[in-house]
Antibody, heavy 121, light 113 residues
């Protein structure tokens, strides 16, 4: 079955760090770009970061640039998001998202169920 | 960044009636090299992740019912639900896949009247 499954979310204090993982299955992971997209409570969708199939190209939203790092391990079919210097406005459900081809800003044809990150004291 | 503005923000439609959602882009989404409009539509039901409905503005994703239609070109696009069903109560988002960063509209909430 083609699926994505995120893990690593939770409660963290402002200024803290968290690492999200996304395990992919059912497709050739290395052939597709991947994204992280987040959704704050009651709000819309916000693209966070994207990475090409082989990992050579990455990009970030201005709101997270310099604090978040996207990476992937194609030998483990896993996508990561390292989040540092977390702020209250980073609180959101984080979705792992598979793009339909190798270009990270293309459309998403598969979403994970999401993992909730809460930044609070 | 390309800004997508959806209208209306919300609408209430009776079962079996038509629902129309608009998405206006601040930049053309028509890519001259392939003559395609780089716009996607998603539906997000409560408590679930989004699901893809259309890409290239009007290409229906496999499994999407034909009561859904995507149309438009350039900077103006429309998602139409011809006969609203109970399971269509959701928030609908457009997304441009023309350039980086990929951006989403603010969403349109469709409720059953």
């Amino acid at each position: 079955e083609v699926q994505l499954l995120e893990s690593g979310g939770g409660l963290v204090q402002p200024g803290g760090s968290l690492r999200l993982s996304c395990a992919a299955s059912g497709f050739t992971f290395s052939s597709y770009a991947m994204n992280w997209v987040r959704q704050a409570p009651g709000k819309g969708l916000e693209w966070v970061s994207g990475i090409s199939g082989r990992g050579g190209t990455t990009d970030y939203a201005d709101s997270v640039r310099g604090r978040f790092t996207i990476s992937r391990d194609n030998s483990k079919d896993t996508l990561y998001l390292e989040m540092n210097s977390l702020r209250a406005d980073d609180t959101a459900v984080y979705y792992c998202a598979k793009v339909n081809n190798g270009v990270y800003y293309s459309y998403v044809d598969l979403w994970g169920p999401g993992t909730l990150v809460t930044v609070s004291t | 960044d390309i800004v997508l503005t959806q209208s209306p923000d919300s609408l209430a439609v009776s079962l079996g009636e038509r629902a129309t959602i608009n998405c206006k882009s601040s930049h053309t989404l028509l890519y001259r090299s392939n003559n395609k409009n780089h716009l996607a539509w998603y539906r997000q039901k409560p408590g679930q992740p989004p699901e893809l409905l259309f890409y290239w503005a009007s290409t229906r994703e496999s499994g999407v019912p034909d009561r859904f239609t995507g149309s438009g070109s350039g900077t103006d696009f429309t998602l139409t639900i011809s006969s609203l069903q109970a399971e269509d109560a959701a928030v609908y988002y457009c997304q441009q896949h023309y350039g980086s960063p990929p951006t989403f509209g603010q969403g349109t909430k469709v409720e059953i009247k």
